[in-house]
């Protein structure tokens, strides 16, 4: 990958990022001069991940093995990145799970965690990471959401709640911390091309989008002059499946 120039100096903590969008997004910033920090809970992929990032883009590229869903690790994530790097420009938040079933059967643990790591994960990253953002006087926040945050369907109570849930939250947030020149806003995929919620990766999948194209709007968003926030942005496949 070529290093273009745009982002060096800036550290972006990228949650969720040892595969999927998550990689795709670290990848992104890393080829673009950010110093990128990913974080989940498999310590194996994260370190696969940093070494293939490293690899690619000869960026600087480190993990921490964090549970978003937890807020005590959600703060050590933000500490780390102010620690290691110097400070946290930018916080993608992207680390979700998605569970799959019909309403009467989704279970305890199902709920628990889809709140947990979709909404609760980004309530804990967002809050940790203000204080620092303010003090340096600017910060992006990109949460990544869900078409299936506004348009729900059957099976899928849970992720559907979380996802319109951080929909509210972006907005909320993004209303409360603009003045301090902190910027927040989501982006709202359609289907993605990744191994999302137990998906098949060996299916035909071509009309999907693929984790670069969510990464690519990301970047692109990060690219806005100061004076503009696109708040919400909508991510199609642009010929799905009829
Ligand atoms: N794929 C789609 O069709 C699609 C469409 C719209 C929106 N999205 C959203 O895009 C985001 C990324 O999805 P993806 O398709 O890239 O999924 P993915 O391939 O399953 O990757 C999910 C990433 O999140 C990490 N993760 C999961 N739970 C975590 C937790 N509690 N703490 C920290 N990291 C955690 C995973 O690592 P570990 O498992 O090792 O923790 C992995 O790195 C999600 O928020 C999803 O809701 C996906």
């Known amino acids: ?78 500490r780390t990145a102010v620690d290691d790097f110097g400070g946290l420009d930018i916080l993608i938040n992207n680390a979700g799970v998605g569970r799959f079933a019909p309403f009467a059967d989704l279970t305890d643990e199902d709920w628990k965690e889809t709140l947990d790591t979709n909404l609760s ?12 953002m303010r003090s340096r006087g600017h910060g992006w926040i990109i949460n990544v959401s869900s078409l299936a945050g506004q348009h729900p369907f059957a099976g899928g109570a ?22 301090d020149r902190i910027r927040v806003s989501c982006v709202l995929p359609g289907s993605v091309d990744t191994r999302f919620g137990g998906s098949d990766p060996e299916r035909e999948a071509s ?5 670069a194209d969510v990464a ?21 496949p642009a010929m799905p499946k009829k």
């Not at 994960?121 to 620092?132: D, L, Q």
């Not at 002059?225 to 696109?230: I, Q, V």
Request: contains cysteine; hydrophobic residues 45%.
């Open 216 to 236: 690519q709007t990301i970047v692109d968003l990060l690219r806005h002059p100061p004076r503009s926030l696109p708040s919400r942005v909508e991510l199609r």
């Open 121 to 132: 994960g980004v309530f804990y990253c967002c809050r940790a990471a203000i204080p620092v």
């Open 1 to 78: 990958m070529t290093n273009v120039p745009g982002f060096e100096g800036r550290t972006a903590v990228v949650t969720g990022g040892s595969r999927g969008i998550g990689f795709a997004t670290a990848a992104a910033l890393s080829s673009v001069g950010a110093s990128v920090l990913i974080c989940g809970r498999s310590e194996d992929a994260l370190v696969d991940a940093v070494d293939q990032l490293r690899t690619a883009t000869g960026g600087m590229v480190a993990s921490a093995r964090v549970d978003v869903g937890d807020p005590e690790q959600a703060r050590r994530l933000v």
């Open 158 to 179: 849970a992720y559907c709640a979380s996802k319109a849930a951080v929909n509210a939250l972006t907005e909320s947030l993004m209303q409360e911390v603009r003045q």
């Open 207 to 211: 009309w999907k989008l693929a984790a």
